[in-house]
C-alpha cells in the first residue's frame, strides 16, 4: 500500500490535502513537491465553544479515543498507579472502543492485573453529546500519543476538543500537540513516559485554581 501511495496515487494528484505540517514533509520526503500539498490541520465544530462549563469531579483523568493497542494506553494505567501515591483516590474514564475486538479486552486485563480494576472505568462507544458531557466533568484530560512515524503525523482531535471545552490538558510531545500547548498554554507537554504523566497529573490535581485557568486558556 506505500508503494501505491507514493509511487502511483500521490504523484498523480493534482493537488493533496495532508493532515498536518508533519505529514507535509513526511510526503516531501518521499518526493511529493511542497507546492503541491495543503495541511488542514483538526478543527472543532463551532459548537462545542457554546457549551457552558460544568464543575469537575474532582481526582477524574479522562481519555476520549480509540483504544487501539498500537497508541499503548497501557502506559496510562502504569501512570495512575504512580499517581496513587498521592492520590489514591484519583481515577481513570476511558471513552471509547478498540479498533479490533481484543483491545479492549486486553486494557481490562492490563487494569485488572495491576490492581485499578476499580479505579478504572470503560465507558465503551458513548453518544456524543454524552461523550462531551463527561469530558466538561474531567478534572484532567489526557492526550497520549505513542511516538511512531505514523502517529506523529497526525492531527490530534481530542486535543483541540478538550480544549474548546476548557479542560486542562496533559500530553506528551509531538509535532501538532507541541505547539498547540505551547501556543496555547492550556496544558502540561511532557515526555511520553508514566512518570512524566503522573507528575503533570499530580501538579494539575494538586492546584484545581491554575488547572482551570489552563482550561480556560484553550
Known amino acids: 500500500s506505500a508503494w501505491l501511495l507514493y509511487r502511483v496515487i500521490l504523484p498523480r494528484a493534482d493537488h493533496v490535502f495532508v493532515q498536518s505540517e508533519q505529514m507535509q514533509r513526511d510526503f516531501a520526503a518521499e518526493g511529493i513537491p511542497l507546492a503541491r500539498m495543503t495541511p488542514v490541520p483538526m478543527g472543532v465544530s463551532p459548537g462545542l465553544l457554546a457549551l457552558p462549563p460544568l464543575t469537575p469531579e474532582p481526582d477524574t483523568l479522562l481519555y476520549l479515543g480509540t483504544l487501539t493497542r498500537v497508541r499503548r494506553l497501557d502506559m496510562l494505567l502504569d501512570a495512575l498507579q504512580l499517581l496513587h501515591r498521592d492520590y489514591p483516590q484519583a481515577r481513570l474514564i476511558l471513552v471509547g472502543e478498540g479498533d479490533m ?114 482550561g480556560r486558556r484553550g
Open 101 to 214: 475486538p481484543g483491545d479492549r479486552i486486553a486494557l481490562e486485563h492490563a487494569a485488572q492485573a495491576r490492581g485499578l480494576a476499580a479505579v478504572v472505568e470503560f465507558t465503551g462507544q458513548l453518544p456524543m453529546a454524552e461523550a462531551l458531557l463527561r469530558v466538561r466533568r474531567a478534572a484532567v484530560c489526557l492526550s497520549p500519543f505513542y511516538p511512531t512515524p505514523i502517529l506523529n503525523s497526525t492531527s490530534p482531535t481530542k486535543l483541540v476538543e478538550y480544549l474548546a471545552l476548557g479542560r486542562p490538558v496533559v500530553g506528551n510531545r509531538h509535532p501538532e500537540q507541541s505547539r498547540i500547548l505551547a501556543d496555547s498554554g492550556a496544558g502540561l507537554c511532557v515526555d511520553w513516559s508514566a512518570a512524566a504523566f503522573a507528575r503533570a497529573c499530580s501538579r494539575l490535581l494538586a492546584d484545581p485554581a491554575a488547572a482551570e485557568a489552563m
